[in-house]
């Protein structure tokens, strides 16, 4: 809102341009794009339990996991949106075994590549709870008016143009990140635009809420043990035992962690022995975004920017959100790991 006026996403993105003389305008269409496309998919989640497409579609994903119908519609809806774009060059969706070339005489001049999770937190989706996509968009490191490669693809973070979230909650929101920083839109429904909603969102350096599969904690080391018991104690930061909350989807955990503070967290385990979440479609496009927000991402070793990905769907453990609240799990899983 900027004097009681609506600013939608449109005139927000051009705004933000023309503080770059250079800039061409093709990342602001492309986010564009990409909001179209969760504006497809909102409609089809607001309607999930009137129409056919509740439940399992009947295969499984490059990951082994069972998809659901509104997994296999989401990603169908960005890769055709994407691709009538005239500025992507390909895409890489954590549905497909491999990324996806836009062979066109316009798609092979785009300057960008995009990787997305199409619909994050599949398996809240029958019980209508949080769910979202996730995006992030890189520039092409393969030569202009030839068709992008693997090697656009498999690059760390830190080299990221923007990244961002769309949530399917109480209300759609729509949260990006460049390196000027993050700002959120809210869908209003009667105009059908996201207009801006919560500028310059910064992270909190502390919060009372961690969130992680607790039922997974057999599996932990016992420096994230260690952790968990801190949490759950009277602690020197809050004086009381921290909130645990957890709706089991990335999106969903991680909105709530931006806006509120806490620290969100899936450690590598003894069956999940590099992490679960996947690097490019989950963990790099939150990490940035919360980072730009203030907060922290780290593998527990390194922050997650600097990880050099080896393979489209790599997964690695994760620890984000509060700067302060990372510091203080990642001493006690230094701290007894350096002990063992």
């Known amino acids: 809102m900027l004097q009681g006026k609506l600013i939608t996403m449109d005139e927000f993105t051009i705004q933000e341009t023309r503080k770059f003389p250079q800039a061409t305008g093709e990342l602001s269409s492309l986010l564009r794009d990409i909001a179209l496309a969760g504006k497809v998919i909102n409609k089809q989640v607001r309607k999930a339990g009137l129409s056919d497409i509740l439940g399992t579609q009947g ?16 990603d169908q809806t960005l890769i055709h949106i994407l691709k009538n774009s005239n500025d992507c060059a390909g895409i890489a969706s ?37 769910i979202g996509t996730i995006f992030s968009i890189y520039r092409r490191v393969s030569e202009l008016g030839k068709t992008c490669v693997e090697a656009d693809f498999l690059q760390p973070g830190n080299k990221l143009m923007a990244a961002g979230y769309i949530i399917y909650g109480s209300s759609t929101m729509l949260v990006y990140a460049t390196k000027l920083g993050v700002n ?41 043990k260690a952790y968990l018991d801190y949490c759950m104690e009277n602690n020197k930061e809050e004086g009381r035992p921290y909130s645990h909350r957890y709706i089991g989807s990335m999106v969903g955990d991680l909105h709530r962690t931006l806006i509120k503070g806490g620290i969100f967290m899936y450690p590598a385990d003894k069956k999940s022995v590099k992490g679960k979440l996947r690097l490019q479609y989950e963990c790099n496009p939150m990490a940035f975004i919360v980072e730009a927000a203030g907060g922290v991402a780290s593998t527990g070793y390194c922050d997650i920017l600097d990880v050099v990905p080896t393979e489209l769907h790599q997964r690695v453990p994760i620890y984000i959100g509060s700067k302060k609240m990372i510091e203080k799990a990642l001493e006690f899983v230094k701290e007894k790991e350096a002990v063992a």
């Not at 295969?59 to 989401?74: F, H, I, R, S, Y």
């Not at 005489?105 to 997305?116: D, E, G, I, Q, W």
């Open 59 to 74: 295969a499984t994903n490059v990951q082994g996991e069972e998809q659901m119908k509104l997994d296999v519609l989401a």
């Open 184 to 224: 959120g839109f809210t869908l209003e429904p009667s105009i059908g635009e996201f207009c801006l909603s919560h500028p310059n969102i910064k992270c909190p350096e502390m919060g009372k809420i961690y969130s992680l599969n607790q039922g997974n904690t057999n599996r932990f080391s016992e420096g994230m």
């Open 94 to 130: 954590e549905e497909n075994d491999n990324h996806v070339c836009y062979e066109d005489t316009f798609s092979a001049n785009s300057k960008y590549v995009v990787l997305f999770d199409p619909l994050d937190g599949s398996s809240n989706i029958d019980v209508n709870a949080s």
